[in-house]
Structure formats: C-alpha cells, structure tokens
C-alpha cells in the first residue's frame, strides 16, 4: 500500500493500465456505435498507452533537470508519450487528460489524497478545454465524475481518494447511455469512458495492491449497421485528418478557427512545448493539412477515409487476411521480394495488371509498393478500383527497391492494418536511396555537365556526383551518404555491374565505416550496375 504516488508508482501505473486496456481491447472496441478509425476506441486507446509506456521506458534512468520532482518528471514522461503517440479522437482526450493530471503534480513535493483530487480535476477541465464541443456522455463526462468523486471523499488518504475516483467514474460510465441516444440504442456505454475507468482502476491497483471489485460489466454491445450514429461528429464529414504540429500558442489559437469551420469532432492537444496533437474530421483534407502548415510544422499526417473502414455488405476475402504487391525489375530483386512472401508485378504495369495481381492474393488488406513514382499514380488508381471490391488497399509511396525492402522488414501482422502500414511508410522514408549509371547523352545537371559514358550517382532521384570510373563513383556516393549518418547499407547489383563490384564497395565501407553493416545481393536490374540504400 502507498500513502504516497512516487516515480516508481507512476511506472506501474502505466504499465498496469496498459495491460488493462490490452486485456479488454476488442471489449472497448465492441462498444462504439460507428465501424470507423475513430470507433476503434479500445485499440486507440492501447496504441495511445503503449506511446506512454515506452517514453517511460527509454527514461528509466534520467533524473529531472527541470525542478520537477522524480514522480513529476515521469508524469511528464507519460503525458508526452501519451500526446506523440495519440491515436484517434479518444487517444487525443486521453493524452490531454494525462496532461492535466502531470501539470498538477509536477511540482508537487507529494501526493497524497488532496493532490490527487487536484490533479483530477485539473484533468478533466484540460480534457474540455481540448475539444472545440464537448458531449455529455462521453469519456468527458467520466473523467468530470472521476473528479468530483476524489474531491467530495475530502481526506488525504491516497488510497480512499483514488478508490472515489474509480467509483465515481464507473457510476458516471453507466450512465451515458441516459445522456447519448446512439449509446442507448445500441445499448452500450461510452467506449472511451470504459477506457478511462480502466485507467482508474489499475491506478486503484497500484495504491492499494488490491485488485479493485467490479463494477459491473457493460451491457453486451451490439454491432449496429453502418448508417448508425458514429460515435463522434457528424456523417457529413468523410475523412479523419490527424498530424503532429510544431507551433506557437497563437498560431493554434487561429489554426482551431480554421478547422472548426471546416469539419467538427476537432481536438487539439499541447504539451506545453509547442508540439500539438491535431485531430479533426473534414471533407477537404487538403485545406485541413494547408491550415497546419500556415500554423507551424506538421509531420506524421494520417488521413483515413470513413468509408473505407466500414465492411462490405457483399461476400468478400477474409477479413483478417493481408498481402503486399511490389513492383519489381530484375530477376535478384523479385527473389528477395518473393522471399519476404510478397507478390511481384513485373516493372511498369498498367493499372489492370496490379489489380489483377491485388485480387489475386485473395487478401482483404494489401498493401503496394511501387519502386518508381511514374507508378505510384497507377498504384492509387488500382487502389480506388479495389476499393470498390471490398478490398482496401494502401500505397507506401516507395521509389527505389531498397526503401521497398525496408518496408517489407518490419511488417507485423500483430498490428493493426493501418498501423503496419504506417510502420512501413516511416521505414521507406527512412531508406535514402541512390542509383548509380552510366550517362546516355549530354545533359546539364545541377551537378554540373555530363557526356554519353559518364557515371552518374543520382541521390533521392538527382545526380549529385559525375564520375569517369564506376566503382570509385559507387564508394564516392556511399561516403556522401554515410556523412548525414546511417547504420546499415544495402546494395543491389545490377545486370551490367562488373563482377567483384558489391564486394569492392563492401570492402570499402568496412575500412572507412567500420560500425557500419553492408548488405549486398546480385537484383539483376538492367541500366543501374548498382542501386543502394541508407537506413
């Protein structure tokens, strides 16, 4: 038992809650009332935990340089991971509501009963303040109850005040279908509000060391047709646009403006650093996203369109099946993408052949990886028409083989589809990339002038060096990449390369860059002696 919350506890009651909302994921999950990436409530909220977990976890050892307290700090840890790694409209009020409840206690010298009645309440006005217009009935609502709970237990015991807060928040929970008519006729409760409970209980957990008693499952939740009232917002918006942004106070005052004119279910969420977690549903992605880059930096942009998360009333493929179809050249390279069990579509297909090869695996996810941006536009095409197959389809917007093996490395199944896909996306972005060629003709380059026979050592698709001997031009390329840093070196050798040519550069590196790892494979590809990438 604990009289007091200290960094030791804030760990555990992370890593607790985590566990809790693993646990009950497809429960939450069942409780939304609308099949879109905003009903994926339990999964929103494991991914937004598991950010909180791990920035946790990468600081066990760091002491607080910034006058906060050691619990203080690993509030703001929690809180920060939480914010970076926010999924959804229900993982964005989450991070807010752990940021509210780490502001409180920051400073705190302890925390006992009081502080944490505080730092409740200043959670759920943060949690308000987040969301342009609150709903009652929401995880909101649980999150005001889970407050005035703590305050009306009026004592310093830690222990008493955060078992109020527990069972103020089920009450309140098993009531909002009194006060949301799609929750009540669905005949669930707030799924965002069970996620918070949860939160609550393994904070119970972690005081006491007793288990907290149940109180009560939620009704069995019934899986309502698509036309049903989503769980947030209005069906007049189409997409859900959700990114990172670096700015100012003042430039979000007027970004929240903006976007408020633009769609609803809009929240938008700081750490008190100038790094915002922007989420909103819209019609006009574009105009989302411009207004986010008027406003500061945007980055890690995700854009899901509802309607492609709701199920296909006509038979389709299994719903839990997953493939991925990369477009290739060069017997080598088809070998390594077959190896990593993806389907190969030979280079320059139409948009007929990759749907062909789409429908073929018999996948209801696929994933395409074009090699070449004159494919990637054939790529979006095949992926509209497979839409209307009952298949999604996303495109990782890869432009050389090396990001596509990349990509292809860290797949998970485990993870949710949109997430692996993301995963994979970041990868390949990761992957810089360069070819090296023989010139055809006299040109002038931004490296300056070249003639028919010259190699070239094209980077990110410009030539940035002009050589006259190919393998003095391949290690040139490879120390001007390795110079903005990298720690593993892939080469593909192409049909014409020079034999011993992948083992010269490997050599090359292992003298220069020796903490550098070379992988090297015989991709066969015509016109590129060598293709690399940089991870």
Known sequence: MLDTLDAAAVRRWCASGLAALQRHQGEIDDLNVYPVPDGDTGTNLVLTLTSAHQALAMDLDTLPDDGHTPHGH?????????????????????????????????????????????????????????????????????????????????????????????????????????????????????????????????????????????????????????????????????????????????????????????????????????????????????????????????????????????????????????????????????????AEGATVVPANPSTGELLDAIRATGAARVVVLPNDPNTQSVASAAAREAHGLGVKVSVVPTRSPVQALAALAVRDPKRRFEDDVIAMAEAAGACRYAEVCHASKEALTVAGPCRPGDVLALVEGEVHLIGADLFDTCTAVVDRMLGGGGELVTLLCGADAPEGLADRVREHVERSWPFVEVQAYEGGQPHYPLLLGVE
């Open 74 to 338: 690993a509030l703001r840890l929690m809180a920060r991971g939480a914010l970076l790694g926010a999924r959804g409209n229900s993982g964005v009020i989450l991070s807010q509501i752990l940021r509210g409840f780490a502001d409180a206690l920051a400073a705190a010298p302890a925390v006992r009963g009081r502080q944490l009645a505080t730092a409740l309440a200043d959670a759920a006005t943060a949690a308000y303040a987040a969301v342009a217009h609150p709903v009652e009935g929401t995880v909101l609502t649980v999150a005001a109850a889970a407050a005035r709970a703590a305050a009306q237990a009026d004592s310093d015991d830690l222990r008493a005040v955060a078992r109020a807060a527990a069972g103020g928040a089920a009450r309140a929970l098993a009531r909002t279908p009194e006060q949301l008519p799609a929750l009540a006729r669905a005949g669930v409760v707030d799924a965002g509000g069970r996620g918070l409970c949860l939160l609550l209980d393994a904070l119970v957990e972690v005081v006491t060391g007793e288990s907290p008693r149940p109180a009560g499952e939620p009704a069995p939740a019934t899986r309502p047709p698509a036309t049903a009232v989503r769980e947030t917002g209005s069906s007049a918006y189409a997409y859900e646009v959700q990114y990172l942004l670096d700015a100012t106070d003042e430039a979000v005052a007027r970004l929240r403006g903006e976007l408020d004119a633009l769609g609803d279910s809009l929240v938008i969420v700081g750490d008190g650093q100038d790094t915002w977690n922007v989420h909103v549903h819209v019609n006009d992605v574009g105009a989302a996203v411009e207004a986010g880059v008027v406003a500061g930096r945007p980055h890690r942009i995700t854009v899901t369109r509802f309607a492609d998360q709701v199920t296909p009333s006509a038979p389709g493929p299994l719903a839990d099946g997953r493939a991925a179809v990369v477009v290739a050249t060069g017997a080598g390279i088809a070998q390594l993408f077959s």
